[in-house]
């Protein structure tokens, strides 16, 4: 089964996007066993930064990103929306890579299951 997840909220002030990872997280484990595609968009793509910073105690959204891309999930990020804030793919955690609203169609259209956070 394949699960793609789509992500539009910033990462942080709104949990909307830890959910959408740790779900994606979970859904790929052996034990459930789907195929995830991460899409992020809109203000969510700043979560794909590399050298962030948060409090002991607080989670990172980087890092929470390095765990899924060592699980496999296929994560890529709107190149029009990187664009639109200024963030270069150098800037990005390894393994996110640049999208389009065309590969996003695709996604979904070969998808079982579309979630949206």
């Known amino acids: 089964m394949i699960l793609t997840i789509i ?18 997280s979970t859904s790929s484990t052996e034990e459930i066993g789907m195929k995830v595609r991460l899409f992020l968009m809109g203000d969510s793509v700043t979560a794909a930064k590399k050298g962030q910073k948060t409090p002991d105690g607080y989670y990172n959204m980087e890092k929470m990103l390095k765990v899924l891309v060592n699980k496999g999930v296929e994560i890529k990020i709107c190149g029009a929306c990187i664009d639109a804030r200024g963030l270069k793919a150098e ?17 979904v259209k070969e998808s079982d299951k579309v979630i949206c956070f």
Request: charged share 25%.
């Open 7 to 24: 992500v539009n909220d910033a990462p942080y002030g709104i949990e909307k996007p830890w959910n959408a990872f740790r779900l994606a």
């Open 91 to 107: 800037e990005l955690v390894d393994g996110v890579e640049r999208g389009t609203m065309n590969i996003l169609a695709t996604w």
